[in-house]
Structures are given as structure tokens and as C-alpha cells.
């Protein structure tokens, strides 16, 4: 979404969850994190913040997302 506006684009973004977050935010299991490191897990225009772990958990994750999210201001194109 943040290339899309960037470029002058008209858009939305569907999902059927009740929120941002995808997968992440549906799986719901005990110590979900990623594999991958939290470095190379965010977006290049807005970096993955230092996980306190190496891998970030599922909570770190949603948070990133929501802070993504609100400092682009990218919610307006979303539909739920």
C-alpha cells in the first residue's frame, strides 16, 4: 500500500479479518514468532524495530504491522 500511494495509485485493500495483520493475527498458538531475524523482517521504508529476541514474536509482529500502518497512514485504504 505504502508503493501504491507513493506512486499516485488509486487503491484498496480487502481483507476479511476483523483488522491489519494477516495470518499473524489469526494463528493465535504459544511462542509464535517468526524465522527469520527481526532485521530482515520489516519493510525497507520502515524498518523492523530490534526484537528483544532474535526471532520477533507474534505480538511484536502485530505491533510493527499497527505501527506501519498509523505512521503511513495507510488504514484509510483498508476495508475489513
Known sequence: AWYLRREGYRFI??????????????????????????PLYGYSFHPCPQSKRLMPTRAELLSYFSEVVDTYDLRKYMVF
Open 13 to 38: 485493500v480487502l481483507d476479511r479479518r476483523g483488522d491489519i495483520g494477516g495470518m499473524w493475527a489469526e494463528m493465535r498458538f504459544p511462542g509464535l514468532r517468526t524465522d527469520t531475524a527481526a
